[in-house]
């Protein structure tokens, strides 16, 4: 059983580079992880009884590229394979290059013709190596239904002809920022899931900084890369605190700061620090620093709120996005109070009023504002809107504890 489990762990480990490889040499996703699964059998066969070799990786290799030349001769029905016979029978390249073709292999994985959908569940399954069970239970689908998802997604880079390369230079920052938008979304899928019975998926949280770990180890020179990487880090290590002992939604004002990961934050800050020194504040850059700015106080009374807005204004400025300026109005509130917040929230109720986030905010600022009717009907309206069952339960208690509220002041009078 230790064997097995360290068969497993090694699998993880090479699964990255060694299809990137079997890929960018095949230029067919489905071929490739077939060989490399059938490979991962035959260690699992092998090694418990023969040892685990000395270069895991290397023999790994070997062993995927012996598995696709047979099935390729044993098939014959394709013969763009065929042609590809001759680069599998060489080595896998040394680490340096065997990182260009995991570059590729991200890059072509979150193509913009390929649906969002499709993108994430691709870069779970081929770049993270995660299994089918485990990514469906991520997302809450049934094994079929994302198992047809991408099937569809590997046919559409073979018949539609997308291109197993790095995006030129006149490509690449909008291609970047596709694929480290895909990046956020899992981790983002993580620290609020979407469904499910708890507010938290740590194991997607965990995938997405390994997603933007790898990508800052492949493109260290990018600063918006190591800014995504700073902003998981920071807000990842408060998920400790953000729940009680039931799972029950904890706010920032009120999490124990003591019950944070510090040293995640120190790394966070060291990495937002090397994107600061390439002088370009990306969206990725601010979000990180004004994330910084939360963890970077012991007590909440002591935010630095005014830089916060600050913060938020260059943000909206470069991507002026609703949510990013109902973020900054929730900064004003508690900057200036919430009289100017007010005022400036409604003239995001059209682009944002099935936003459940858009509720919630109104109805404290109504609450501070004591208009303790209308914040009532703005949490459940809040609530309503949550899809996350924990939410919707902690807005619709909001809602009741304004009601008990009012029942006190009516039975003092």
């Known amino acids: 059983m230790e064997t ?83 680069h599998l029978t060489l080595e896998p390249k040394d680490a340096r290059d065997l990182d260009d073709e995991v570059l590729c292999l991200i890059f ?48 559409k880079i073979r018949n539609a002809g997308i291109p197993y390369e ?50 800052a180890t492949l ?36 999490q124990d700061r003591t019950r944070w990961d510090h040293a995640q934050i120190q790394e966070g800050l060291s990495e937002l620090g090397r994107a600061g020194r390439h002088q370009q504040a990306g969206p990725y850059f601010l979000q990180a620093a004004i994330a910084a700015e939360h963890t970077g106080v012991e007590r909440a009374d002591d935010t630095n709120w005014p830089r916060i807005v600050r913060l938020y204004d260059a943000l909206v400025r470069l991507t002026p996005s609703p949510v990013a300026q109902l973020n900054r109005v929730v900064a004003v509130s508690m900057a200036a109070g919430p009289d100017l917040a007010y005022l400036e929230l409604g003239g995001l109720e059209e682009s944002l009023g099935d936003y459940s986030y858009y509720h919630a905010a109104r109805a404290d600022l109504l609450r501070r504002l004591d208009r303790r009717v209308s914040a009532r009907s703005a949490y459940q309206r809040a609530s309503e809107l949550a899809t996350n069952p924990k939410q919707r ?10 009601d008990e509220e009012a029942a006190e002041r009516f039975g003092d009078s």
């Open 108 to 155: 072509t994985c979150c193509h913009p013709a390929l649906s969002l959908d499709a993108r994430v569940a691709l870069t779970l399954r081929v770049v993270c190596g995660l299994r089918l069970p485990e990514i469906a239970h991520a997302f809450l689908l049934p094994e079929t239904t994302l198992a047809q998802r991408l099937v569809r997604a590997k046919r």
């Open 166 to 215: 790095m995006p030129g230079t006149e490509l690449l920052a909008g291609r970047l920022a596709g694929v480290l938008g895909v990046v956020y979304l899992v981790f983002n899928e993580g620290y609020v899931a979407t469904e499910g019975p708890m507010l938290l998926r740590p194991d997607l949280c965990q995938e997405g900084i390994r997603l933007a770990r790898l990508l």
């Open 4 to 86: 097995t489990a360290q068969v497993e762990q090694i699998f993880r480990d090479e699964f990255t580079r060694l299809f990137a490889w079997l890929v960018g040499s095949l230029r067919d996703f489905e071929a490739a992880e077939d060989a490399l699964q059938e490979a991962f059998l035959i260690a699992l066969r092998r090694w418990p009884v023969d040892g685990i070799p000395p270069n895991p990786r290397g023999w790994l290799a070997v062993t995927a590229r012996n598995c696709a030349i047979d099935r390729i001769r044993r098939e014959r029905r394709r013969p763009d394979l065929e042609k590809q016979m001759d």
């Open 393 to 402: 339960a902690a807005l619709a208690r909001a809602a009741a504890e304004l």
């Open 219 to 254: 493109m260290p020179q990018e600063p918006e890369v190591r800014a995504l990487l700073a902003l998981l880090l920071l807000t990842d290590a408060r998920r400790a605190a953000r729940t009680d002992a039931a799972g029950e939604p904890v706010l920032l004002p009120d």
